[in-house]
């Protein structure tokens, strides 16, 4: 009785055994290939799967996450006969765990030697300069050759980049003296456009001086002109009331003669050497003398009543 005991119990330890042996669970983003006798049977994804014990042999677990590949630095011929190290970034992830597992073998040293290939297969048809300045072209040509290439790994190369270039010391010290010379040449450049931009300022300062001075002379001539004309407007207008008043009172002869005594004296008083007075100045003359007699006349007539007065 004891026996059978003991064999049922050896007997379920064993079937749990197996049972435990015969699960397998597989994680998330990962994924495991099974063979069985030594043939490929499938590949379990995330989840729980069951194996049979001793006939399938379960592999270890791929990760289907995106890998980073840091390679070492490779020499690197260009077209010019320059040769610099360059270093590459590889990103890449499994697609297909089966490829993968029976495609090649050490597949990350495929990847790393693939890749210095590629890199100097197209760097060798570039010159320095265009190594340097053409990154971006780089690095879509050797993704798309590199991904073309390990498609049948079940590997996508999602990104490749030149992490790194470095030319010999010697181009190194060239590109460093060009690149000081490129910098002195922009100085002068920006200070010759300053000094042209501050020219140019005060050149247009000076014209529009000038234009403001101009306009203010041209303003106060108009001024001066329109101030003469309301003068002599106004002068002649007085002259024209003055006539018209001088009219109006009904001068008599001899105020006219005064008058024109008064316009002879004006003429007179000129720097003129010659004098031309016309043949009516005669008769103005004439009018004087008598103008004297009627006076001389008045007097002696006063005189005269005077001292018959004092002798009365």
């Known amino acids: 009785m004891?026996?059978?005991?003991?064999?049922?119990i050896v007997i379920g330890a064993l079937a749990l055994i197996l049972l435990c042996a015969s699960v397998r669970i597989v994680r998330q983003a990962t994924a495991v290939v099974v063979e069985r006798?030594?043939?490929?049977?499938?590949?379990?994804e995330t989840g729980?799967?069951?194996?049979?014990?001793?006939?399938?042999?379960?592999?270890?677990?791929?990760?289907?996450?995106?890998i980073v590949a840091d390679f070492k630095p490779q020499p690197v011929i260009t077209k010019d006969n320059v040769t610099m190290q360059i270093d590459t970034v590889v990103y890449f992830q499994i697609t297909d765990a089966k490829l993968?597992?029976?495609?090649?073998?050490?597949?990350?040293?495929?990847?790393?030697?693939?890749?210095?290939?590629?890199?100097?297969?197209?760097?060798?048809?570039?010159?320095?300069?265009?190594?340097?300045?053409?990154?971006?072209?780089?690095?879509?040509?050797?993704?798309?050759?590199?991904?073309?290439?390990?498609?049948p790994w079940g590997i996508k190369i999602n990104r490749v980049e030149l992490k790194n270039i470095l030319p010999p010391r010697d181009i190194q010290e060239a590109m460093e003296k060009q690149m000081r010379a490129e910098r002195e040449r922009r100085e002068q450049i920006l200070k010759a456009e300053g000094e042209k931009k501050s020219s140019i300022l005060v050149a247009e300062g000076e014209k529009q001086a000038q234009i403001l001075r101009a306009e203010?002379?041209?303003?106060?001539?108009?001024?001066?002109?329109?101030?003469?004309?309301?003068?002599?407007?106004?002068?002649?207008?007085?002259?024209?009331?003055?006539?018209?008043?001088?009219n109006s009172a009904k001068p008599n002869p001899a105020y006219i003669t005064l008058q024109g005594f008064d316009a002879l004296k004006a003429v007179a008083d000129g720097k003129s050497t010659k004098l031309i007075i016309p043949s009516e100045i005669q008769n103005v003359a004439g009018l004087l003398a008598s103008m004297t007699e009627v006076v001389g006349a008045t007097k002696d007539k006063e005189t005269t009543s005077n001292q018959t007065k004092k002798s009365k």
């Open 2 to 8: 004891q026996g059978w005991v003991i064999a049922l």
């Open 37 to 44: 006798l030594g043939k490929y049977r499938k590949t379990l």
């Open 48 to 66: 729980i799967h069951m194996v049979i014990p001793f006939f399938d042999r379960a592999g270890k677990a791929i990760s289907l996450k995106e």
């Open 100 to 151: 993968f597992t029976y495609g090649v073998d050490d597949p990350v040293r495929a990847i790393e030697n693939l890749t210095a290939t590629t890199l100097r297969n197209i760097v060798g048809e570039l010159e320095l300069d265009e190594t340097l300045t053409s990154r971006d072209t780089v690095n879509t040509k050797m993704r798309v050759i590199l991904d073309e290439a390990t498609d």
């Open 216 to 246: 203010a002379d041209k303003e106060a001539q108009i001024l001066r002109a329109e101030a003469e004309k309301a003068a002599t407007i106004a002068k002649a207008e007085g002259e024209s009331k003055a006539i018209e008043l001088i």
